[in-house]
C-alpha cells in the first residue's frame, strides 16, 4: 500500500541542512521528535492502520517528502506503508507505555521513503491502546509535527491549524529590532552556561522522564506574575535547574543564570517540510531567589518573543542565514561552556482521533543532541499539559528535573497557608 506525491518539493533552509550535519555518535542521541497518542477503543490491526493513512497522507506532504542534500531540496517520494507502520503488544501494567517509548524512541527510522514512523502499542489496558509517533527532526519541527497530527488524526474538514504561526498580515521589522534579535542569540554564544561550574562530562546516553500537570496551573500563575503559561512553563524549568545547581556547587555558591534555547516557530505554512524554527534565548536568573521571583523576571524578560515584530525578525534572520553559519551557531551552542538547555512549548487546538476513537491524551518525545544536557518539550492538548524530559543520563541528579519542576508548578497551585 502507498501513497504517492508528485509535486516539486520546497527548498532546504538553513537549519533543515544544520540538523543533518548534526554529529550522532550514538543511537540515544537520533535526531528524533514524536509524541504519544493514547486512544480510547480497541487497538486497530496493521492493515487497518495503513488503510487510514493512505487515505490521509495525501494531504500530508511533509510524510511525503525525503532530503536531498546535493540538490538542497526536499524531493516528494512514494511511502511505502509496510515501512512506516510497526506493532507493539505490551506487557500489563501503567509503565508499559512509557517503557516501550523509551526503547523505540532509539530504533532507527526506515532507511527507504521519509523519515517517520508509527507504532501502535496495546495490551497494557484494557479498552485502550496508544500510537506511537516518531519523526526524523530534520523533517519536522514541533509545529510541523502538529500539523502531521493534525492531518492524520484530526477532523478532515477542520481549518484549524497548530501549525502555523499567526504572522500580521504586513508585519513591520525596523534595524533596531533585528539588532535585538542578532544581539540577543550573539550574548548566548558569548556567556558561559550553569553547566561549566559544575564540570560536569557530557555523555551520549539519555534518560527520558515526563511530567503531566493541569495547564490550568500554568497559565493562572503566569497571569499572577505579569505573563503567560509559557513564562511559567520557563520558569519552573529554570528554577529546578537552579535546585540542581545549588546541590552541585554547594550552599556558598549562588547558582548561575539558566540559558534557555528556544525554538522560536516562525512556519508560515503548516505542512511544508523541514524545520522553520529561529533560535530565541530566555535566560532565568541564578542566585537564591524564589520561583514567584524567578516567575516575574522571566515574565519581564520575555516580552520580545511574544512581540509578532520580534517573531518576523527572527523569521527573516533565519531564512536569509547560510548554512554554514547555522552549522557553526549549533556547534556552539553544543559546547560544554556555552550549551543551556532545550525548551519548546506547542498547543495542540484540534482534538484528535483514530477512526471514531478519540484522543484522550498526546504525550511529547524529544531527542537531546550530544552537547546539550537537557530538553523539555511540552505539549498541551485537551485541558493538560505534558512535558518529557530528555536529559544527559552521566550528570548526576538531572534525571530528577521533571519532579523538580512538578513540584515548581504544583507550589503555585497549592492554597495559601493562614
Not at 183 to 191: D, E, K
Not at 199 to 217: C, G, I, N
Not at 300 to 315: C, D, I, Q
Not at 389 to 415: K, M, Q, Y
Request: with cysteine.
Amino acid at each position: 500500500m502507498s501513497a504517492n506525491a508528485k509535486r516539486p518539493g520546497p527548498r532546504l533552509d538553513a537549519m533543515d541542512a544544520a540538523l543533518w550535519a548534526v554529529p550522532v555518535r550514538s543511537v540515544q542521541t537520533r535526531p528524533h521528535i514524536g509524541a504519544v497518542l493514547h486512544c480510547e477503543g480497541t487497538a486497530p490491526s496493521l492493515d487497518e492502520v495503513k488503510a487510514e493513512l493512505a487515505d490521509r497522507l495525501p494531504n500530508c506532504a511533509s510524510l511525503r517528502s525525503r532530503v536531498n542534500l546535493r540538490a538542497k531540496r526536499w524531493d516528494p517520494v512514494s511511502v511505502d506503508l509496510e515501512d512506516h507502520v510497526a506493532e507493539t503488544v505490551l506487557a500489563p501494567g501503567p509503565d508499559a507505555v512509557d517503557d516501550a517509548v523509551r526503547r523505540l524512541i532509539h530504533q532507527p527510522l526506515p532507511a527507504n521513503g521519509p523519515h517517520w514512523q508509527l507504532h501502535v502499542l496495546h495490551g497494557h489496558e484494557p479498552g485502550r491502546y496508544a500510537l506511537l509517533y516518531r519523526v526524523h527532526h530534520a523533517l519536522q519541527d514541533g509545529a510541523g509535527m502538529l500539523g502531521a497530527l493534525e492531518s492524520l488524526f484530526g477532523e478532515p474538514d477542520s481549518s484549524v491549524s497548530s501549525a502555523g504561526y499567526p504572522f500580521p498580515q504586513s508585519p513591520k521589522v525596523t534595524f533596531a529590532e533585528t539588532g535585538r534579535t542578532v544581539a540577543a542569540l550573539g550574548y548566548a554564544l558569548r556567556r558561559k552556561g550553569i553547566w561549566a561550574p559544575a564540570k560536569v562530562e557530557f555523555s551520549s546516553r539519555r534518560t527520558l522522564a515526563w511530567a503531566d500537570v493541569p495547564a490550568d496551573a500554568l497559565r493562572t500563575a503566569g497571569r499572577r506574575h505579569g505573563g503567560t503559561a509559557n513564562d511559567a512553563f520557563l520558569a519552573a524549568l529554570g528554577h529546578g535547574l537552579a535546585e540542581w545547581a545549588g546541590g552541585q556547587y554547594g550552599p556558598a555558591i549562588a547558582a548561575p543564570p539558566v540559558t534557555l534555547l528556544i525554538p522560536a516557530n516562525v512556519r508560515r505554512e503548516p505542512d511544508a517540510p523541514g524545520n522553520r524554527i529561529a533560535l530565541a534565548v530566555a535566560e532565568v536568573p541564578g542566585g537564591r531567589l524564589t520561583a514567584d521571583e524567578r516567575l516575574r523576571a522571566v515574565a519581564a524578560s520575555t516580552t520580545g518573543l511574544k512581540s509578532p515584530t520580534r517573531r518576523e525578525a527572527l523569521r527573516r534572520i533565519a531564512a536569509a542565514a547560510p548554512a554554514w553559519l547555522m552549522i557553526r551557531v549549533l556547534a556552539a551552542l553544543r559546547s560544554p561552556a556555552r550549551t543551556g538547555a532545550l525548551a519548546s512549548n506547542l498547543v495542540l487546538r484540534s482534538p484528535l482521533r483514530f477512526r471514531g476513537d478519540p484522543v484522550t491524551r498526546v504525550v511529547p518525545v524529544m531527542w537531546t543532541p550530544e552537547g546539550v544536557p537537557l530538553t523539555a518539550l511540552l505539549i498541551t492538548y485537551q485541558g493538560t499539559t505534558s512535558v518529557c524530559f530528555t536529559t544527559d543520563a552521566a550528570i548526576p541528579g538531572l534525571d530528577g528535573i521533571h519532579e523538580r519542576w512538578r513540584r515548581t508548578v504544583e507550589s503555585w497551585t497549592a492554597p495559601a497557608r493562614t
